[in-house]
Every structure is written in structure tokens, then in C-alpha cells.
């Protein structure tokens, strides 16, 4: 049994005053009893202001992390900087890492290990773009986001982390998959990971995102393979992804 987990990416957007306002908003529209594990991602700089604000089962991840324990990375921040701070998940890998910052694989896997190694869940985000989705090769691409990770971590590595399955062409769009191209994928994931061990696949939580509303949430929850979703633009609204999160539920 999986719990449906749900994260807004608040991306690069926020000042104090709206972050407070949004999280007053939405604190009390989380319902304490459900069985949805929740987390938002606010930029770095108010990543104690949440935390000072969250609790319950609402957590708090953050965007990025350097490949780097530690050292001379002026302008970086680390794994156990986010640990320390009271991250629980960190994002890996995000589309706008790999397209606007030229995050490679590589970078992305070593990323990931960081975030195991600093006790942090790892969020890999995995896509195609519209592209290569209409050349056929959606299934192709996220199996080889994916193996790269396995590649240089172990299929371990997963035992406590998540897969965000975000098709480049629906972020930030308006554009989503449809459930039943959401469910192929993810289930191709299932599968993948299932070659490696199965009781991970089985337990490992798969997320979707790009273009994830009030409206849309709950029939792309309904698929099997789908165990929540990475919510960016609609996670500033606090009645939208309060909405969202209940349909996780
Ligand atoms: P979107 O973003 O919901 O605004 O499409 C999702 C994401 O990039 O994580």
C-alpha cells in the first residue's frame, strides 16, 4: 500500500509576505486525519520560514542540491544544509535543471546520492518532451533517466525515495497528459524498477506532474500507477492545491 504524497514546486516565486499568506490560507484547508503525505518546495531563502510554519503531515523539501557535500561552491547549497535546515525531500533532476542549466544524467545521478547520503528523499524528476514524444521514444527516455541513477547508485538508492514522471511539453502549459498516457508510463516505470527488486517498485512512490489542477487531479490519481502529483504553478493557489491534495486522498 502506497501513501499518495503530493508537492507543490513553488519554483522561483514567493516573497515573505506571500508565503505567509499563502501557507495561513492553506494551512487550515488540510485536512489533519488524511492519509496524504504533503510537502512544499519554496525557494531557498524561505525554507525556515515554512518550516517554522508546517507541521503535521505537511513537509518541506526544497528544489535543488549540489553534487558536493561541501567546499568551494560559492552560490551553492548543500545536502546536509537542506537536512539541517528540516528538509524531508529534495527535488533531483527538475526539467528546468536539465534544459536551462545543462544537468547532464551524470550530474543528476550524482545528485541523487548526495540527497540518500544526507538522509533527504530524492524526487527524480524524469520526462520526455514533445518531441521525442511524438518520434515514440517517451518510454525510451525516462528508462534512461532512470538507469542512469541505478547505474551509479544501486537499485537501493530507491528503497526511500520517489519518481516524478513530468512530460516536458506539460509544464507550466496548461497542457497535460492525458490519464491514460500518465498510467502507460508510470506503469513502464513500475515495471523497470521491478526488473531491478520488486518489493521496491511495489512500494516506491510515482508521482506526476506538468499541469496539474483542481480539475485535472483526480482522474490522473485514479490510475493505479499514479500515487500523487508534483504540482508547480497550481501549488500558489492555496484553494487549488488543498483541492489537489484531497484528491490524492
Ligand atoms: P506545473 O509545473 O504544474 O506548473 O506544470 C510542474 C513542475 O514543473 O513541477
Redesign the pocket.
Known amino acids: 500500500m502506497r501513501t499518495p504524497l503530493v ?1 507543490g ?1 513553488w ?1 522561483m516565486h514567493g516573497t515573505s509576505a506571500s508565503n505567509h499568506q499563502l501557507l495561513e490560507q492553506l494551512l487550515p484547508l488540510l485536512k489533519p486525519d488524511t492519509q496524504v503525505a504533503i510537502a512544499v518546495c519554496p525557494p531557498y531563502p524561505y525554507l525556515s520560514q515554512v518550516k517554522a510554519m508546517i507541521g503535521g503531515n505537511l513537509a518541506l523539501g526544497a528544489q535543488n542540491l549540489n553534487m558536493q557535500e561541501k567546499g568551494a561552491h560559492t552560490g551553492e547549497v548543500s545536502g546536509p544544509m537542506l537536512k539541517d535546515t528540516g528538509c524531508r525531500y529534495v ?1 533531483v533532476g ?3 535543471r536539465r534544459e536551462i542549466y545543462g544537468e547532464s544524467d551524470l550530474i543528476i545521478a550524482e545528485k541523487f546520492a548526495v540527497a540518500v547520503a544526507s538522509e533527504l528523499i530524492p524526487v527524480l ?1 524524469v520526462g520526455e518532451t514533445l518531441k521525442q514524444r511524438k518520434t515514440g521514444q517517451s518510454i525510451e527516455v525516462v528508462s534512461s533517466q532512470i538507469k542512469s541513477v541505478i547505474q551509479r547508485n544501486g537499485i537501493q538508492s530507491f528503497a526511500n525515495a520517489v519518481i ?1 514522471y ?1 512530460p516536458v511539453w ?5 497542457e ?1 497528459a492525458t490519464p491514460a498516457q500518465a498510467q502507460e508510463v508510470h506503469q513502464k516505470i513500475r515495471e523497470l524498477i521491478g526488473e531491478y527488486d520488486i518489493s521496491i517498485a511495489e512500494t516506491l512512490p510515482l508521482l506526476y ?5 483542481a480539475s485535472n487531479a483526480t482522474s490522473l490519481f485514479n490510475q493505479p500507477d499514479v500515487d500523487g ?7 500558489l493557489n492555496a484553494e487549488s492545491f488543498a483541492a489537489i491534495c484531497q484528491a490524492a486522498s
Open positions: 508537492i514546486n519554483k527535488l527538475h526539467s528546468e524528476c516524478a513530468e506539460a509544464i507550466g502549459t496548461g497535460t506532474g506538468g499541469s496539474v489542477n502529483g508534483l504540482v508547480g504553478g497550481a501549488s
